[in-house]
């Protein structure tokens, strides 16, 4: 079907852009022309326009799938502000809330809608889907659906049985991080009826990576933003470093604050805001900060601790320099980072009978019965359901994330959405109800002034404005919406402050839980094999975007020419006498077969290890060892 408007034009009216960004073109035709479409674009590279703009080429609506719920919002609000109409349905929501929207969309009140993936395989999804003129299904981060890659998500699988209500409509997947394993299984996943692969090459000229040896790594830190104007990210692993870390950067003169899940929604937005605007210079975060973040002059990018994968430090790392200027990305790193990531690493599979307590709590915790609570919605607050049932909480997030793996539950961060209100009367009854009540009239008309879309579909109001605006109280205000919903006048969702876990199952006795083990071996294993391809990044002296750029499949590329091995920084000098010892163990090592990295540090007690690493980095420099792709190291000439 040949498209109602030209994508150019589209991108003018809408985003007031001249021309596209690479591949974003070749992307949106190649759905227009009805191919399955598959987009690896690095982080920044605007994967949100290759769906956007060809949903609004043609009549109907785009169907976006899509796991994160702040970012699903962001994008909605962002479509909203550029008067292109947009709605998302995921986790928290009411089923009457979610019901309205899926009618509307039906009707064709929006051009967008955006659904988490565990709302697709609801009855109540696919009836309604049936009814809409889907002109696109896009999945955004698709690497979720594999589980060879890094975040992987069981309700993804359930994606392609959409394609026996919509047989006619192209799917359009769209991540920032996968290797080539992982590109092919999304295609298998997705049921693509031809592999089609655009894909953008991952070299960041403008990149410097590094990663210095630090054993103090503040006093660095502080010497790399005193070296570094501008702006700057630093990730921390854990919450508690977070205000530890910003309060050291204040304590020394510096502009920082920091950000991680468990903050008030409010105070999350503000000090995101501060940042993106300036006002704070340096935010120190966990890795729940960045998503769908684009501001273009981040110029340094410090991770204090090792990422538990190269996918996910590439694209925290790749924050930095999206405006093409010189920027760094640089890991302060020392060996025993490596023994506390695969510590970690271990802790995040925890064994079965816990995994049934904690189901077992949740059970208790929400009041359920057995047999009772598909798809109903609590709120949860981590902290203290641990308290409460006695849990430590890092083995216990780690048993929710199985359950979620496992298809259990869903955990949404839908902590921080704002009341939202649908007008659902007519008109008439709308004003004999306003006649009956003063109240209700005034704060009625303030809603209509305010938000004039809210006949048509639900909107986002702050209860507090309203009330400024109607000389009232925020609980007088939510009492009038209350009783107005209960005459069937509107919808009133009330704001949500806490995230929202959702039973995806029927309860079951905790004893009944059912668990894949193969398929917990094989993702316990394939997590394994990330940790050690990150400490191999950080250990092995071969140029840093060489090595990324070969872990997602780029092997031919040339060496960087500005990372810290390129440049030659980082070399601590060995005595001649230790050098000659270690080249000839490391040789007798080597002598009948390639090893990786860390095979060849277990040849040697722990104590020679850092030595023994530093004599790898000479002889890799001069050339007397040899790295292939698949990260072995061998003897030159030994092949």
């Known amino acids: ?10 991108l003018k ?22 191919q399955d479409t598959l987009a690896l674009l690095p982080t920044g590279g605007g994967k ?17 799938v899509s796991p994160l719920i702040a970012l699903m919002k962001d994008q909605v609000q962002q479509l909203q502000q550029r008067q292109v109409p947009a709605a998302a349905i995921y986790s928290g929501m009411s089923a009457r809330e979610i019901d309205i929207t899926f009618e509307n969309a039906c009707n064709g009140a929006y051009k967008l809608l ?3 993936p565990e709302r697709l395989k609801t009855d109540l999804a696919v009836s309604r889907l049936q009814r809409m003129n889907v002109n696109l299904l896009a999945v955004d981060e698709a690497h979720c659906i594999s589980q060879w890659g890094y975040d992987f998500r069981p309700p993804y699988l359930q994606i392609a049985d959409l394609r026996s209500y919509l047989p006619d409509t192209p799917f359009l997947a769209l991540t920032a991080t996968a290797t080539a394993d ?10 693509f009826r031809k592999k089609n692969v655009f894909r953008q090459s991952f070299a960041r000229a403008n990149l410097s990576y590094s990663v210095l040896y630090e054993h103090k790594k503040r006093e660095k830190l502080l010497d790399i933003l005193r070296n570094v104007p501008g702006t700057g990210i ?15 950067l204040n304590r020394h003169g510096f502009s920082a604050d920091f950000y991680h899940a468990g903050l008030p ?3 999350r937005n503000s000090r995101q805001d501060n940042w993106m605007t300036g006002k704070t210079r340096i935010v120190v975060c966990t890795n729940a900060f960045g998503m769908g973040i684009d501001k273009p002059d981040v110029r340094v990018v410090v991770h204090l601790n090792l990422p538990d994968s190269l996918e996910a430090y590439f694209q925290e790392a790749g924050r930095g320099g999206r405006d093409g200027k010189k920027s760094y990305a640089t890991l302060l790193y020392t060996p025993a980072d490596a023994d506390q990531l695969r510590f970690h690493q271990q802790a995040a599979y925890p064994d079965l009978e816990y995994v049934r307590r904690v189901y077992q709590a949740l059970g208790s915790f929400t009041q359920l019965a057995i047999g009772a609570g598909a798809g109903v919605s609590f709120d949860f607050d981590l902290p203290f359901f641990c308290t409460t049932y006695k849990l430590d909480t890092a083995p216990t997030h780690s048993a929710l994330r199985l359950l979620e793996q496992e298809g259990w539950i869903a955990l949404s961060d839908a902590a921080g959405t704002p009341a939202r209100v649908h007008v659902t009367a007519s008109r008439e009854a709308l004003y004999d109800y306003q006649l009956r009540n003063k109240q209700a009239d005034t704060i009625l008309k303030v809603l209509l002034r305010a938000y004039p879309g809210i006949h048509n579909g639900f909107a986002g109001i702050s209860e507090s404005t309203v009330a400024q605006y109607a000389k009232l109280t925020p609980a007088q205000v939510r009492q009038v919406l209350e009783a107005a919903q209960k005459e069937e006048i509107l919808v009133y969702e009330p704001r949500k402050d806490k995230p929202q876990l959702v039973f995806l199952r029927e309860r079951v006795a905790s004893e009944s839980l059912s668990i894949d083990q193969a398929m917990f071996r094989f993702r316990k294993q394939r997590a394994e094999e990330r940790v050690e391809h990150a400490i191999a990044y950080a250990e092995t002296r071969r140029c840093r975007s060489r090595q990324l750029l070969a872990y997602f499949g780029e092997t031919e590329s040339e060496a960087c020419g500005i990372c810290d091995v390129c440049t030659g920084r980082n070399k601590s000098e060995l005595p001649a006498e230790v050098f000659e010892s270690m080249e000839r163990k490391i040789r007798e090592v080597l002598r009948d077969e390639a090893l990786r990295f860390e095979e060849i540090l277990s040849a040697f007690a722990q104590k020679r290890h850092e030595t023994v690493a530093k004599a790898i980095a000479y002889m890799l420099d001069e050339g007397t060892l040899l790295q292939d792709a698949d990260e072995k190291i061998h003897l030159k000439g030994s092949d």
């Open 48 to 64: 949100s326009v290759c769906y956007q703009v060809p949903a609004l080429c043609r009549e109907g609506i785009c169907i976006v």
């Open 182 to 191: 992982v590109l092919e299984d999304i295609q298998e996943k997705l049921a």
């Open 114 to 116: 955006y659904l988490s």
């Open 13 to 34: 009216q809408y985003w007031g852009f001249a021309a596209f960004r690479p591949l974003q073109e070749e992307i949106i035709h190649s759905v227009l022309e009805g």
């Open 1 to 10: 079907m040949k498209p109602v408007h030209e994508p150019l034009d589209i």
């Open 234 to 248: 630093v990730y921390v692993r854990s919450r508690g470093e977070t205000k530890e870390i910003a309060s050291f």
């Open 265 to 267: 929604p409010a105070d």
